[in-house]
């Protein structure tokens, strides 16, 4: 992750964004100036409404002939008001629609630009952050960017305006009492900006506490049968508690920071509004000012200071906003995947082959020097313990990582030299644990090949001789399925990535641990179907059942990131190493023979 990004960046970023949809923003800011203005005028009608009441009561106290209330221009000015008001509200309406078009456009192109980024991040940065994270990036990082520039921009835009047109009137109905006014708003920015600067590392501190709860309360329930089945419910509310209590902490925190804030400039306010209200009476009783004009003062101290009043609010806003930037663009200008034009298209598959690959994910190297040549509708077997480099190879060939030295090679083509569009358009994948989304049978069949009809789809199906069994779901291909295939068995799931794959028709498959998570019975129909895919194919498959890969043409034997044997089945026994010992370590001497017949 690169540094922090200072505010300055923040904003620069955020623009990129905000420029495509600068014209409605800008005719929406400019009606916002224009609506503020009216805000603030609107005051002096109900002055002058106050005003003739006083000078006609004082002129019927006086005795002055003819002397009364003069309803008809108190009634022209309430019309004149009605009209502003009329106005007011037409244009909050335009301006409201202008900023939010603006603004959610700027926001789903922001979503759009997270989506990319996703797309095109190595495989290693999802290997060493959790899912929680990358979530909270792009639900509550963006709806914080969102809403602060939804209410806090229209906000600080209203602030400024009605603070300064109300200061020019202010000034022209009374020079002390803005005075007065004017000395208690540089104590405020003070300490505002003070306690601004303070309590922006609570505000990060707040956006990754929310990040660390996403990604607990993420991870706690996609475990959540194993935590059930372990009996580790206390231990998974426990640590449900530390993130949660965190969160809490880092709330109050950043709350009472706004808070306090709030209360000070209140405080501040209360002591201005009640000295110019005692000066102002005193001039009123003089005759030195209007009764309307005092009133129309004490309204425009209140527009002032309205907006200093929303100093806690708005810096509360600002800095989640700002801390949410930070995370969402310094994820967007992370390192992305080494994009590659493809010099020669592969269309048919001679051989791939691993020429001296060195590979290593840490410090520690892996693979030292790793070679091996599979010919074109071979199928190669990877074999070897736990943490020997197996699943690794796959994950070579596939170009999720690139080996530190050494060649990956399809024919005589680096795959480096392929885009990655190209390069993995060739490959079926069916694995371990088989991925199926929320939606029908149909639509998961044919992800990944959108193109393939109806047809295609069900003669698959039967070739892999899975079509009875999903006429047998309650809506057939039409069936839905839930979210993380909850509705089906495993076997099940297994068979349709087996399709899927088929559907695709790809020039290589990987078949990473396919049967290990089945019983016997279904791992024989697996194989069954695995044989329909896997003919004329190349084929790599990893295994840890030796049962299913005894008719492997090449059969690799990996530790520790090196092929220690490799040869087939028949070959590796006689030789009578380690894949001797892994092979009868799993099957007795009669079932040895009997494999034996069978071939």
Request: charge should be negative; charged fraction near 20%.
């Amino acid at each position: 992750m690169s540094d922090k990004l200072t505010a300055r960046q923040c904003l620069a970023h955020l623009w990129t964004y905000l420029k495509p949809h600068q014209r409605k923003l800008w005719i929406g800011l400019f009606l916002s100036v224009i609506l503020q203005v009216i805000y603030a005028y609107m005051a002096l009608p109900e002055a002058e409404i106050t005003n003739q009441i006083q000078k006609d009561l004082t002129a019927m106290a006086q005795g002055v002939t003819g002397a009364h209330i003069q309803m008809d221009i108190i009634v022209r000015i309430l019309w004149g008001l009605l009209l502003t008001y009329l106005l007011k509200i037409t244009l909050q309406f335009v301006t409201n629609f202008l900023m939010t078009d603006s603004i959610q456009a700027a926001v789903y192109d922001v979503r759009k630009a997270v989506e990319k980024k996703i797309n095109r991040l190595p495989v290693s940065y999802f290997d060493s952050h959790p899912a929680g994270d990358l979530l909270s990036r792009i639900t509550n990082d963006v709806d914080t960017v969102s809403t602060a520039l939804q209410q806090t921009l229209s906000q600080i835009i209203s602030a400024v305006c009605t603070f300064c047109f109300s200061m020019f009137i202010m000034i022209q109905i009374s020079l002390p009492m803005t005075g007065i006014v004017l000395i208690g708003l540089p104590c405020l920015a003070i300490s505002a900006l003070t306690v601004y600067k303070k309590s922006q590392p609570v505000y990060d501190a707040q956006q990754e506490a929310l990040s660390e709860l996403s990604s607990t309360v993420n991870e706690l329930y996609t475990g959540c049968q194993e935590i059930l089945a372990y009996n580790y419910q206390k231990q998974a509310k426990e640590r449900f508690e530390k993130a949660n209590r965190t969160m809490k902490e880092n709330g109050f925190k950043a709350q009472w920071m706004s808070t306090f804030v709030s209360t000070s400039v209140s405080a501040v306010n209360y002591a201005i509004l009640s000295t110019c209200a005692v000066y102002g009476c005193f001039q009123v009783l003089n005759g030195a000012m209007m009764l309307g004009d005092l009133q129309a003062f004490i309204r425009y101290i209140w527009m002032v200071n309205d907006p200093v009043a929303q100093i806690g609010q708005l810096s509360s806003a600002i800095q989640s906003a700002f801390s949410g930037m930070n995370r969402l663009f310094t994820f967007l200008s992370l390192p992305e995947e080494e994009r590659t034009m493809t010099k020669q298209p592969v269309t048919e598959i001679e051989s791939v082959a691993f020429e001296h690959v060195e590979f290593s994910y840490h410090e520690q190297p892996l693979m030292k020097d790793l070679s091996f040549h599979v010919r074109s509708g071979q199928t190669a077997a990877i074999v070897g313990p736990t943490g020997a480099g197996k699943t690794t190879i796959t994950n070579l060939l596939l170009r999720f990582y690139k080996p530190q030295s050494g060649k990956v090679k399809i024919n005589s083509t680096d795959i480096q030299d392929l885009s990655f569009e190209d390069l993995r358009s060739l490959y079926g994948l069916v694995l371990q644990d088989p991925w199926l989304f929320e939606g029908t049978v149909a639509d998961n069949l044919l992800y990944g090949c959108s193109e393939a009809s109806r047809a295609d789809m069900v003669e698959a199906a039967r070739k892999v001789g899975v079509h009875e069994l999903i006429e047998q779901l309650p809506d057939g291909y039409d069936t839905m399925i839930s979210e993380g295939a909850e509705n089906i068995s495993q076997g099940q799931k297994q068979l349709l990535t087996i399709v899927r794959s088929l559907i695709r028709d790809p020039k290589i498959l990987i078949l990473d641990e396919a049967t290990s998570s089945v019983d016997t019975r279904i791992e024989r129909r697996l194989q069954k179907a695995m044989d329909v895919l896997m003919e004329s194919r190349t084929s790599f498959v990893i295994a840890h059942r030796l049962s299913t890969i005894v008719n492997a043409d090449l059969i690799l034997v990996v530790e520790n990131g090196d092929i220690v044997e490799q040869g087939t089945h028949h070959q590796l026994l006689e030789r009578n190493g380690r894949y001797a010992r892994l092979y009868h370590s799993q099957f007795s001497k009669t079932d040895s023979m009997e494999d034996g017949r069978i071939q």
